[in-house]
């Protein structure tokens, strides 16, 4: 190893750090190459801990059953509420430590078993802490097929038989864990393959967990985190309920009052956000995850996607007025008609065939989008398909090595101190568990789809399709992930897809979507959780449990809640039949339904084909793909120019790809945040910037989670909101960015031009 400075130990050259460093005796020496995982991640382990005890799982499946019934009632309302399991991990420490305290420590026998155990094995330990926020996590990811669930019975009115939607909601959310076994050697054991996300909650357990000596005028972590999470906890209390507008303020609007180009050019949420800013850790990280979180190159990557694509592609495509763009918002996720009024979905849609009705689509109109919207789209194409040729080319060769060298070689070329103690310490999960639940979820899957009198209209070669797709993108979109935090999603190509191939079906175009893009999700939040045990020392066999239990029961928990709202409460989801002041109004679930209209009523073929507005979109999925070249080769050609690398085209090419809902005001305020922690404060305050980054964000997560559960359930469900004055609004003051600046069109609210 190199010498170390400034604390930090330097490491060899990559092609140097995986062959000449041993273990000496019981001694580990740190030899991960990636300095943030050095920096946080503790090399010891203590493998006589109990992990699977009484605790774990009381409180765990507490936890889980709780956030999954919580987050869906509230996402029904129109004041929605959803609860991160930074709260469930923050309030199960004590109650863990109380159970350690107070249990009785006899063992207990099971009947007519040898089998025994004890309600109080010792300490409540960090490991058992781990597996209860990976039950809570379970629950407070959500259930993306109950979308499906509730555009069939609340939008379209439809009967469903509950076997099909329940074993639609555990399939879609089980499927991807089949196939994460086969990429654990690629993206758990690697140590490039570092999930950066998950050292913050590294940092978190050991700042909760481990016994700190403070140094003299300085903070031990747990008291450093929570003087944060107290001031966030209390700061919140201003964005959120006494002064909203602070999350965002757009400064042009608030001088250019009466001029729509200024307020397209200023708003932070309904424009481009040019001089606007919030002062709130929500809108730094409600969109985008913590900056604290997000690698150097990465941020920077993605502000350069967000310069090109909202600052120079944008003006000049609506300015232009291409695609009408001049007709409808500059920036909005809505769907219009020729004359630049909101799409009457309904008048092309025969309610008896479920499927679209030519003469009155002809009659009527195409569908047109705003043109952010339209190039979002075809930003999506070309992300896919750069993450494909990017991995090929700059992975392709260590991915071949590993899957040519037999198991145990390819472990002792690429593994690091962490690979190591797991191996030595803990015996890995077989390989036939994950084959067994592939065939199991999948025959179950395809009973969902051919029976129940075809209910969910998907034929059984859509199955097999949507997996080879979630299958193939799995690796190359993991990588992606493992290495820089963000995930482009498989939404729009699944979409895309079955809407050529199988046109005017709704529901099977959103059936094969969520089996496509989500079994591919859940199989990196599979692998993604394994890395954090990987860090945290836990046995994969525990692992593999916890993470199977947690999602059967918060599926089933997602299910039977929705189920039970949607055939109870009259009028859920409807608006205009609700009783006045009603909150069951549903308000994310309007854009799954006008999706499944889009893309599996009017289809592809009527929107980026050639009966469609938006042909020259395809043209994204070639530039996209050839967008790596260049800098591969510049790579090649100057290898001592490190930085080259470090272009990462997949991520400036879907930098915006979460525009909506995100908006620009988070992007700027987040790019500030992530360059000013991840330069500035790393690069002169490195040692600060490993003990306490992580925990910052944390703590800021934490305060802000705590502070919106308790304004929700004591002043907002009880319709109690601040005093009535501008700053209460929000919004940031902008009536005007989304007006329409064709001559002759009108909108409600704006002038005419």
């Not at 790579?635 to 991520?651: A, D, E, T, V, Y």
Request: include cysteine.
């Amino acid at each position: 190893m190199a010498e170390p400075q400034d604390g930090v130990t330097q490491p060899k050259p990559q092609e140097q750090q995986h062959l000449d460093i041993e273990a000496t005796g019981d001694e580990e020496v740190n030899d991960c190459p990636i300095e943030q995982v050095r920096l946080t991640v503790p090399i010891t382990d203590d493998p006589t801990e109990p992990v699977l005890t009484f605790r774990t799982w009381v409180l765990g499946v507490a936890s889980c059953v709780i956030l999954s019934f919580v987050n869906q009632f509230f996402g029904y309302r129109s004041n929605q509420l959803s609860i991160s399991s930074v709260s469930a991990q923050i309030v199960t420490l004590p109650l863990g430590k109380f159970m350690a305290a107070t249990l009785p420590e006899k063992p207990i026998k099971v009947p007519c078993t040898k089998w025994s155990f004890s309600l109080n094995p010792g300490p409540f330990n960090m490991k058992e802490h781990v597996l209860i926020t990976m039950f809570a996590n379970s629950g407070s990811g959500g259930v993306y097929a109950v979308g499906i669930l509730t555009i069939v019975k609340a939008f379209y009115k439809r009967s469903l038989s509950p076997g099909a939607g329940y074993l639609l909601v555990q399939t879609t959310q089980l499927l991807g864990y089949g196939w994460a076994g086969l990429f654990r050697k690629y993206l758990v054991d690697s140590p490039y393959m570092w999930w950066p996300s998950n050292l913050v909650q590294v940092s978190l357990f050991r700042a909760l967990h481990e016994k700190e000596k403070r140094s003299k005028g300085g903070l031990t972590r747990l008291q450093f985190f929570l003087i944060v999470f107290i001031s966030s906890f209390a700061y919140y209390l201003v964005p959120n309920y006494l002064f909203p507008s602070i999350s965002t303020v757009s400064i042009i609007c608030l001088i250019w009052k009466n001029s729509i180009t200024a307020q397209q050019i200023g708003s932070g949420l309904y424009g481009m956000g040019l001089g606007s800013f919030g002062l709130d850790w929500a809108t730094v990280a409600s969109f985008l995850g913590s900056p604290l979180a997000t690698p150097g190159f990465a941020i920077i990557n993605i502000l350069v996607g967000f310069f090109i694509i909202v600052y120079i592609l944008l003006p000049l495509t609506y300015y232009n007025n291409a695609y009408d763009a001049k007709k409808f918002p500059i920036f909005s996720s809505h769907t219009f008609d020729s004359t630049g009024q909101p799409y009457n979905l309904t008048r092309i849609l025969d309610p008896k065939t479920f499927s679209i009705n030519l003469d009155e689509y002809n009659a009527y109109s195409k569908l047109y989008l705003s043109v952010f919207f339209s190039v979002t789209y075809g930003i999506s194409f070309a992300t896919l398909a750069a993450a494909v040729s990017h991995v090929a080319l700059f992975n392709g060769s260590t991915i071949w090595q590993m899957w040519s060298k037999t198991r145990a070689a390819a472990g002792e070329k690429f593994g690091d101190v962490h690979t190591r103690l797991m191996k030595k310490n803990y015996k890995i999960v077989p390989q036939w568990w994950f084959y067994l639940i592939l065939i199991v979820v999948l025959g179950l899957s395809l009973l969902a789809c051919e029976g129940f009198d075809k209910q969910l209209q998907l034929p059984w070669w859509g199955i097999l399709l949507c997996c080879a797709l979630a299958l193939f993108f799995t690796l190359p979109i993991g990588i992606i992930t493992a290495t820089t935090n963000q995930q482009p999603g498989l939404n729009v190509i699944t979409e895309l897809i079955i809407g050529f191939m199988y046109p005017g079906k709704p529901l099977a175009n959103v059936v094969f979507k969520t089996y496509g893009y989500i079994s591919m999700v859940q199989a990196l939040t599979f692998l993604s959780d394994f890395k954090l045990g990987h860090y945290m020392k836990i046995p994969p066999r525990s692992m593999f449990l916890v993470q199977l239990v947690g999602t059967v029961i918060a599926s089933s928990v997602y299910f039977g809640t929705a189920w039970w709202l949607l055939t109870t409460v009259e009028h859920i989801c409807d608006p205009d039949l609700l009783p006045e002041g009603s909150p069951w109004t549903c308000p994310g679930d309007d854009v799954f339904y006008n999706a499944s209209v889009i893309w599996g009523v009017i289809g592809p073929l009527r929107m980026f084909g050639r009966l469609g507005v938006y042909q020259e979109m395809n043209w994204f999925f070639l530039a996209g793909f050839l967008a790596p070249v260049p800098v591969w080769f510049l790579s090649r050609k100057f290898p001592n120019q490190k930085w080259i690398r470090l272009i990462h085209m997949p991520i400036i090419i879907g930098a915006t790809g979460n525009m909506p809902p995100a908006r620009a005001v988070h992007f700027v305020m987040w790019g500030i945040v992530g360059v000013f922690f991840n330069f500035y404060v790393y690069n002169r305050y490195r040692q600060w910037w490993a003990k306490h980054t992580y925990i910052l964000s944390a703590a800021l997560d934490a305060g802000v989670a705590f502070m919106g559960i308790i304004i929700f359930f004591a002043l907002q469900s009880k319709d109690i909101f601040g005093v009535d004055w501008w700053g209460l609004a929000a919004d940031d003051h902008c009536p005007l960015a989304s007006c329409p600046t064709a001559p002759g069109v009108v909108a409600e609210g704006c002038p005419r031009v």
